[in-house]
């Protein structure tokens, strides 16, 4: 068989083979396995990551012959931005309470759209704000700070 | 059954219920109708929200918003020829071809019938068979559970699009995932590298939302948008006697297909549709007309992939295992409200497996009044612009994951899944099996465990009890003839649209 390289086949095996190397690592370190019988915890843990680790290399292998199948190209500012976004909220929440959050989170996000309009952005942050409102703090009452002193 | 079918009613009709069933079904069809959000990620999304409620009303509600997407999904591939669910992509083919003939009304009209036909006719199949596996399903030892389960994840994950290797290697990965956090036999932490948040293992919610719903997001930003407007006018939105004739065979043919394939581990909707389309273009007496708006090539799927979302169900509520990614997230919805899934459900909890029934039955009349008459106002929705969309599903989703422990950590979580997400579309890696893996993983631990203390150690107690024996066996069979070429171009054929 001629070689030819399958680029997503061999990343995928080597993440499966990477992840399962490491968890299986881990697992020997600190988990007793046990025997069949009387199964310790890291008994299915070495099941598991052994076959992942096999099927893997099987992925790995095979990804030599079947290509080529390029990764496609990653969308890096627009994933950078929303998952910016995202962690962005989760470390403010807390601090400075659900509205500044809720308003960076979507300002952060919107810099991911093709054409970038202020007017349209905080247009949708006051609608955004007030129907979150409505739904999460005065119909479902979940508890989360509102303000930066409102804790 | 008719009586518990009647005391199934009596569940369903309750204010709260009959509400929650009709905010499910209208958010179904919203979501059915806008192309980039599908079901999976809407019901992770609204997990957060169920949580106050009782049981049964939470599960009506998201198996509304399932059902509820097969029929918006054909609003869109009828009028514009975009199809707003993978189930429902293979009904472009005829229906926007009918749309452009200046058939539309018919067209969404038989989509719309056919899918309550449908629906009605696979809620009595759950009402009948649910009792009659739970039944089979109590005498099952702890070894037929573990070969069960194995033989559910095997088949879905030879049943999902793409390389099954790669499909059963994220089903595997997320079993492991699925142990991380304390093991509930030595009570000893797993994985956790000492951080408290995770003793309780990986949150179902942030991982479901990360992979489905965060992905997604950055899926669609990075296409070109694509939305042209409506162009034909909507005539008559019934049918004619000789349409009535065309269509009541194909009409039962897809429901009968949908059904079957909804109850196979794997299957659902998308893969009921497209075979039911393919069944028909062979044995219609019309071939020539598909492809050029053929009715029967709009009535046969429609109806399929709504009786598979219904029939989909069997599996969960009898067995407690999950077909696809939707059912894994409502056992994840089941097991947050401290309800274990499995065969004794339905005698623990007969308002939810009784009054879910009649809540569809329910659901999928109101659904024909959500669909037909106001059709006008989801075409309307369309025209929202997504960049006014993803910021409010990013948001709802933030506040969301935060509030299921008021927790960060969980947000943070999100975030590592929406970037695995997007990382396995671009290395062809499903997330549909990863998810179910995750769900069945512990559950298959223990039943391990208890099968080989029982046998002493013995791993031969799978092969020798009968039960397990044969489901082991139909796992094998599944895996070497998705081996064959000859099987593995059918189904390639299939789920690519034929």
């Known amino acids: ?151 | 059954m008719l009586e518990n079918l009647l005391y199934g009613f009596t569940v369903a009709a309750t204010f709260q219920n009959l509400s929650a069933c009709f905010i499910g079904a209208l958010l179904g069809t919203a979501i059915g109708v806008l192309p980039g959000i599908g079901p999976v990620a809407t019901i992770s999304l609204l997990l957060p929200l169920t949580f106050g409620m009782p049981p049964t009303t939470a599960i009506i509600m998201l198996a509304g918003i399932y059902y509820g997407a097969q029929y918006g999904g054909s609003t869109t591939s009828i009028l514009m020829n975009l199809p707003g669910e993978v189930s429902s992509v293979i009904t472009t083919l005829d229906g926007y071809q009918m749309a452009k003939n200046g058939q539309a009304g018919p067209a969404l009209a038989v989509a719309a019938i056919g899918s309550f036909i449908a629906g009605c006719t696979a809620t009595i199949l759950v009402a009948a068979l649910g009792p009659l596996l739970t039944a089979v399903a109590l005498s099952f030892g702890p070894a037929d559970y573990f070969s069960l389960m194995l033989l559910g994840l095997i088949v879905s994950a030879v049943l999902s699009e793409g390389n099954v290797v790669k499909s059963i290697g994220m089903m595997v990965a997320g079993v492991g995932l699925g142990l991380v956090g304390t093991d509930v036999q030595t009570g000893q932490q797993r994985f956790t590298f000492d951080i408290p948040e995770l003793s309780d293992g990986i949150g179902f919610a942030p991982m479901a939302m990360g992979m489905f719903g965060i992905a997604e997001i950055i899926r669609n930003l990075e296409m070109p948008e694509v939305r042209e407007a409506l162009k034909t006018r909507i005539s008559r939105l019934w049918l004619t006697r000789d349409e009535w004739k065309r269509v009541a065979a194909p009409i039962a043919r897809g429901t009968t297909l949908g059904s079957i394939v909804g109850i196979l581990p794997g299957g659902g909707a998308a893969l009921s549709s497209m075979g039911a389309y393919t069944l028909e273009r062979r044995i219609s007496r019309n071939k020539h007309l598909f492809g050029k708006g053929a009715i029967e090539g709009v009535a046969a799927p429609e109806s399929a992939n709504n009786a598979a979302a219904q029939t989909s169900f069997i599996p969960l509520l009898t067995l407690g295992i999950p077909a696809n990614a939707v059912m894994a997230l409502m056992v994840g919805a089941l097991i947050i409200q401290g309800i274990q899934p499995g065969p004794r459900m339905i005698e623990a909890q007969p308002d939810l497996f009784w009054g879910l029934i009649a809540s569809m039955w329910l659901g999928n009349l109101m659904l024909v009044i959500i669909n037909l008459p106001m059709i006008g106002m989801w075409v309307r929705l369309l025209k929202v612009p997504y960049d006014l969309m993803y910021p409010a599903i990013l948001i709802f989703c933030a506040i969301g994951v935060y509030s299921l422990n008021n927790n960060s950590f969980d947000v943070y979580v999100t975030v590592v899944f929406g970037f695995l997400g997007y990382l396995f579309s671009k290395i062809g890696c499903p997330p549909a099996p990863m998810l179910i893996g995750f769900v069945l993983g512990p559950m298959m631990e223990e039943h391990l465990r208890r099968a080989m203390l029982l046998s002493r150690g013995n791993p031969m107690v799978f092969i020798e009890r009968p039960i397990s024996a044969s489901l082991l066996a139909l796992a094998v069979i599944a895996v070497v003839a998705m081996a064959l070429p000859s099987i593995r171009k059918g189904k390639d054929e299939a789920l690519a649209g034929g």
């Open chain 1, 1 to 151: 068989m001629r070689l030819r390289p399958d680029a997503q086949d061999i990343f995928a095996g080597v993440m499966f083979i990477a992840f399962a190397g490491v968890m299986l690592y881990l697992n020997f370190e600190s988990h007793p396995i046990g025997t069949a019988r009387r199964m310790g915890s890291g008994y299915m843990p070495m099941l598991t990551f052994g076959i992942l680790a096999a099927l893997g290399v099987a992925i790995l292998i095979s990804g030599l012959f079947t290509g080529p199948e390029p990764i496609g190209r990653f969308a890096w500012r627009d994933m950078g931005l929303i998952l910016l976004a995202l962690t962005v909220y989760g470390l403010t929440v807390e601090r400075l309470g659900f509205v500044i959050s809720l308003a960076l989170c979507i300002g952060i996000a919107s810099l991911a759209e093709k054409v970038w309009k202020p007017l349209r952005v905080l247009g949708l942050i006051a609608f955004m704000l007030a129907l979150c409102w409505v739904l999460f703090i005065w119909y479902l009452d979940i508890r989360i700070p509102v303000f930066p002193w409102s804790r």
